[in-house]
């Protein structure tokens, strides 16, 4: 790849003057990296400099080498920006000094010392980067530390007490796992759920008058959802996305006020029913892998990479196995024993999603869902993503997981999240419970899902202008103004959901 001064149209004579001209008025360091743009090698491009400088922890560096490629047009201008707003989104990521990760930790694990926090940060037990020389650590450190070490349990204040709901989930896998059998079929105890979403722009986000467009996440039409319904909207909505959008969504315009935040709310109904396959592996067949419909979840794409770690790792767990259904299950099993749970930095911040949860060997559940959907598509077994959020009683939160492609069943729901749950973090249940609820989430769902993607790193419609603060999932809502973003610390979402009468049947 050429750099921006092999591409332009000047002579290099008079390159090098302009660039004696600039760099006379630039700061040293400014000066420096001007001037190393132009001797560096042609192959190396300015955001591969300036992503070896953020490795390097050399932020500062790394965005005036941005800054300056960019009003030089050196690579395309949507890269570098977006270079550029990721270094912000990685800093936010890791707002910990660490004293000030020390104070947080000592509210929340009883009788924690220095000399036993010192220990810890040297083990490596958080995630951290340096940042302008400053080691800075991530800002979900304090959950993560008990997801990773669940030993320290008995030590975190206050106590969470976890049995309610691990008892309703289990419930609720046996009663869909009962009505399956009875009634021979999939698809099974329907319900009704009206959900509200809100989405507030902070004050003075946007200039007054500006208008701000917004996308909210609604359910998409599957087998087993259907019957959405708009209720009201705090604006009236200008599009709502196909029933079949890959990325569903109601999008808004509205213009913002001086001083005020900008809301934009939702209030929908929809139908959803359980999953629950009775999976025969000797029934699986070799699917049609030139059929359109599933073609394109047998390939590599954004963060599933065939790469060779990925090779090994799934010659090790499949080994000689041929049978697609036992296979998936193998991977599946495989990353319930070996992945720990933990909150993710922001997926637009992470080149290879899987590949960071196989090398960390914790992730969360939509590493955990493309790690398993790179095993399966690297074995011919088409996979894909499914997301959108989970509105369990008293557990909802938004939450990632997959499909299979099995034939002659289908499309087949797996959920490795929910196998890592019940193996390791569902401890009021028995052993023999805990395997009972890791074994449905292997062909079965539960009906508390609200589902708006049924792929990743998918576009909207309309398309937003600018770029994506989550450019994979689409889960918390997106915002925009003229050609800026509105990134997540610029705006506050919430969903809440209730069920209401128990619907008929879906057809």
Not at 15 to 32: C, D, E, I, K, Q
Not at 322 to 332: D, G, I, Q, T, W
Not at 475 to 496: A, K, P
Request: glycine share 4%; hydrophobic share 35%.
């Amino acid at each position: 790849m050429t750099t921006g001064w092999q591409s332009s149209c000047c002579s290099p004579t008079y390159l090098r003057g302009h660039a004696l001209r600039l760099t006379l008025n630039l700061a040293p360091v400014a000066s420096f990296l001007f001037l190393s743009l132009m001797v560096c090698p042609a192959q190396t491009t300015v955001l591969d400099q300036a992503n070896h400088l953020e490795s390097d922890g050399r932020f500062k560096e790394a965005a005036l080498l941005l800054q300056l490629a960019r009003e030089r047009h050196d690579e395309p201008r949507q890269q570098l920006e977006f270079a550029l707003d990721r270094l912000h989104r990685i800093k936010l990521d890791f707002p910990y000094t660490e004293s000030s990760l020390f104070a947080e930790l000592k509210k929340s694990v009883r009788n924690l010392t220095s000399q036993e926090y010192e220990q810890w940060v040297r083990e490596g037990r958080f995630d951290s980067h340096q940042i302008d020389g400053e080691r800075r650590f991530m800002v979900a450190s304090v959950s993560n530390l008990f997801f990773r070490y669940p030993e320290l349990y008995a030590r975190r204040l206050p106590q969470k007490n976890s049995a309610e709901v691990e008892r309703h989930h289990l419930e609720v896998c046996e009663a869909i796992k009962k009505s399956a059998q009875e009634e021979h079929q999939p698809y099974v105890l329907p319900k009704r759920f009206q959900v509200t979403m809100t989405v507030t722009a902070n004050a003075d986000t946007a200039p007054a008058g500006e208008t701000i467009r917004a996308w909210l996440p609604i359910p998409r039409r599957y087998p087993f959802q259907n019957e959405f319904a708009l209720v009201s909207a705090s604006c009236p909505p200008r599009q709502i996305g196909d029933e079949s959008s890959t990325a569903r969504s109601v999008y808004f315009e509205q213009a913002a006020q001086k001083a005020k935040p900008t809301e934009f709310k939702i209030v929908y109904d929809y139908t959803a029913s359980a999953v629950c396959f009775a999976l025969k592996p000797e029934d699986v067949q070799t699917p049609d892998l030139s059929d359109p419909a599933i073609r394109p979840f047998t390939n590599e794409g954004p963060h599933v990479k065939f790469t060779p770690e990925i090779r090994t790792l799934s010659e090790q767990i499949a080994g000689g196995e041929s049978n697609l259904c036992v296979k998936a299950r193998k991977f599946y099993d495989w990353i319930a024993d070996h992945i720990q749970y933990s909150f993710a930095t922001e997926y637009s911040t992470v080149p290879n999603l899987s590949e960071y949860c196989r090398s960390h060997g914790y992730g969360d559940c939509g590493q955990e869902a493309l790690l398993f959907i790179t095993l399966c598509r690297l074995n011919g077994i088409p996979a894909r993503w499914q997301s959108g959020w989970t509105i369990f009683p008293k557990d909802t939160s938004n939450h990632d997981w997959s499909e299979i492609y099995l034939a002659p069943y289908g499309w087949v729901p797996v959920d490795p999240y929910m196998a890592i749950y019940a193996s390791r973090y569902a401890t009021t249940l028995s052993a023999e419970q805990r395997r009972e609820l890791r074994d449905f989430y292997f062909g079965g769902l539960d009906q508390y899902r609200m589902i708006a993607n049924s792929d990743h790193n998918q576009p909207f419609s309309p398309p937003k202008r600018t770029m994506r603060s989550d450019d994979v999932d689409f889960q918390r809502g997106e915002l925009e103004w003229g050609d800026h973003n509105i990134y997540f610390d610029q705006f506050s979402y919430g969903l809440t959901a209730k069920e209401l009468r128990q619907p008929a049947k879906l057809e």
